[in-house]
């Protein structure tokens, strides 16, 4: 029986080899978009107001939701860009942005590491959460940082290490803190053997301290415009920890398989194959998510925020892997491919405020059969944005 498995597991991985790399990048993406649908952050309408003035506080009144503007890359390339007139051009935006970001990211895997290991980096978004949360989370700046974030580990310059860590904390100044920090640290001990330790501290150095730039940068043009954000997302946290650590605790173990969904499959093995090959890389990839784990138990949107953080360790993982021949190709795949195809028939689950969600593509129908005119059922209700995370 393991033979017959892995004679099929061979073949799927022929027959995929045999596509040519652009139309296997625009395969994968259709089957990301057709089996999660595309939705929008449910304050959409807030972030789209944001976006059209950046001179002033638009949320005076509504002071506890300024902790939006530290999504601030975003809202200002919508406000250049023109697409903050209306909410469509707004989410479109968003959806054209994430398009941009996925093929630049494939070409950029490929020019460095190779067809083979950016198939299989293709493959692992597929599988896992994050290519669900930011096909329904559209709006926010979830796409920049998953950009930039994979751009750390793609990229060697120190200029371009500044520049990607500088903009990933415009889009989330905090998640940018923690992801700087785990690729420096995961990445540093991946290339522990190459004896560069002098060079991987200076560029994490570099990318937190560029993280903390944009942070002050930010800071400063809210002092000079006049903007008083009374609630920042520490506090809009800790003003509520009891609850979100219930939330948390609700739903446990859906919160566990969430965070990797079928990922776990091939992420499991993956980390036991490092344990015996290499025991301060595991350690390190083990600590660091155990550090995100711990911040996830301290969010509402908890699957959101562990796939953004955690995607660029898994994308480390992978491509470091094969270059420093800790992995060969052929093992990878063969973990890899079964969690790809199982997670094109299980749903994605996603866990916010301690319950579970699944993917938008049955509210995607509705809106259709709504835009035809054959339902009212979407349509003038005010929280249409909400109805997929209710």
Request: net charge positive.
């Amino acid at each position: 029986m393991g033979e017959g498995f892995a004679r099929w597991v061979h073949r799927l991985e022929a027959r995929l080899q045999a596509i040519p790399f652009g139309q296997f990048t625009s395969l994968i993406f259709a089957l990301i978009v057709l089996q999660n649908g595309l939705w929008v952050i449910p304050n959409v309408e807030t972030l789209r107001l944001l976006s059209t003035d950046l001179s002033r506080n638009m949320l005076e009144n509504r002071p506890g939701e300024t902790y939006l503007y530290s999504s601030f890359l975003g809202l200002a390339l919508a406000h250049f860009a023109q697409a903050s007139q209306t909410l469509f051009r707004f989410v479109f935006f968003h959806f054209l942005c994430l398009c941009v970001s996925y093929l630049a990211l494939a070409w950029a895997l490929k020019r460095k590491y190779g067809e083979a290991v950016a198939r299989l980096v293709l493959l692992a978004f597929a599988t896992l959460p994050l290519s669900n949360i930011l096909c329904n989370w559209l709006g926010i700046s979830d796409v920049f940082v998953f950009l930039f974030g994979t751009g750390l580990v793609i990229c060697d310059s120190l200029i371009l290490l500044a520049v990607f860590s500088f903009l990933l904390g415009l889009a989330h100044g905090e998640q940018a803190l923690l992801i700087t920090a785990g690729v420096g640290f995961v990445g540093g001990a991946l290339r522990h053997s190459q004896k560069q330790t002098t060079s991987e501290i200076r560029k994490t150095l570099v990318m937190i301290g560029s993280a903390l730039g944009a942070k002050l940068a930010l800071n400063g043009y809210f002092a000079s415009h006049g903007f008083h954000l009374q609630t920042t997302r520490f506090n809009y946290v800790f003003k509520a920890l009891i609850v979100v650590l219930e939330d948390f605790a609700r739903n446990f173990q859906a919160e566990i398989f969430s965070l990797y969904h079928v990922g776990w499959l091939f992420l499991v093995p993956i980390s036991f194959l490092l344990w015996k090959r290499d025991r301060i890389s595991f350690w390190a990839l083990t600590l660091s998510q155990m550090a995100y784990l711990g911040v996830t138990m301290l969010v509402l949107d908890e699957t959101r925020d562990f796939a953004l953080l955690s995607w660029p360790l898994v994308v480390l993982l992978l491509t470091e892997g094969v270059q420093t021949k800790r992995f060969r190709l052929e093992e990878l795949s063969r973990l890899l491919l079964p969690a790809f195809f199982l997670s094109l028939v299980l749903p994605k689950l996603i866990v916010w405020e301690g319950r579970i969600h699944s993917t938008a593509i049955f509210y995607d129908f509705v809106f259709l059969l709504d835009r035809m005119g054959l339902t009212h059922l979407i349509s003038g209700n005010p929280h249409w944005a909400d109805l997929p995370f209710y």
